[in-house]
């Protein structure tokens, strides 16, 4: 029996001006959604900015020929995130939620993201390991403490979420799971897959020439 392929709709949130610096001459979030859109070409695509950059996001859109539906509200906010998503996708099963800064996505890591979420969690992301060294630091420049590395955790996106698990609580109730795209509700079933190395976050032009530098030595190296 073939198992049936859940409604999902496809989310990218403009958390960063860093969405529009181009990697080798296209933009940061033109890249993130042709990297989804490989693996999900049909899905219904929802940009979610903020009003600020809303005017040069609708234009790059057009010049990208990218079909869309825009939200208003600021991604960065996970409970104005899940109010606009709540009215805008409650028809669907879930909805998969990737930052527009993080342009490089392996469609491997999203077959992995779907088989999880498949299984019936109610939501899944990428996450590696943490492999350098953590220290906590006074102001006055003494080393307090050294983390053990193993219980932190590189999280990425796509982020897939159920959205039978958005929580229902209000804003600092202390009754929802926090640190996810949106508020989840308590006792919801949380997966992390192995995520990829190439699925950085542009937080800088200096990242993104790093990021330009590794797909460059990449390319020589196929």
């Known amino acids: 029996m073939n198992q049936k392929i859940p ?130 630091v006074k102001p006055d420049g003494v080393i307090r403490e050294t983390l053990d590395r193993t219980s932190v955790k590189h999280i990425s996106s796509p982020e897939i979420i159920r959205t039978s698990a958005f929580a229902t609580s209000t804003r600092h109730s202390n009754d929802e799971i926090a640190g996810w795209f949106v508020p989840l509700k308590k006792g919801s079933r949380l997966e992390h897959v192995e995520g990829a190395p190439e699925g950085l976050r542009i937080n800088s032009e200096a990242e993104r020439d790093l990021l330009e530098s590794f797909l460059h030595w990449k390319q020589l190296n196929v």
């Open 7 to 136: 409604s999902l709709r496809l989310v990218v949130a403009m958390t960063s001006e860093t969405a529009f610096l181009e990697v080798n001459g296209v933009p940061s979030v033109i890249r993130a959604i042709e990297g989804l859109r490989v693996f999900w070409p049909s899905l219904p695509l929802t940009i979610v900015v903020s009003p600020e950059f809303s005017s040069a996001t609708f234009t790059l859109m057009q010049e990208h020929r990218v079909s869309h539906e825009m939200l208003l509200c600021n991604p960065s906010d996970s409970w104005e995130l899940q109010q606009a998503l709540l009215a805008d996708s409650s028809h669907c099963e879930g909805v998969i939620i990737h930052d527009a800064s993080r342009p490089l996505t392996h469609p491997e890591l999203l077959v992995r993201l779907l088989a999880a979420f498949q299984t019936g969690v109610d939501a899944v992301r990428p996450s590696i390991a943490f492999t350098e060294t953590l220290k906590i």
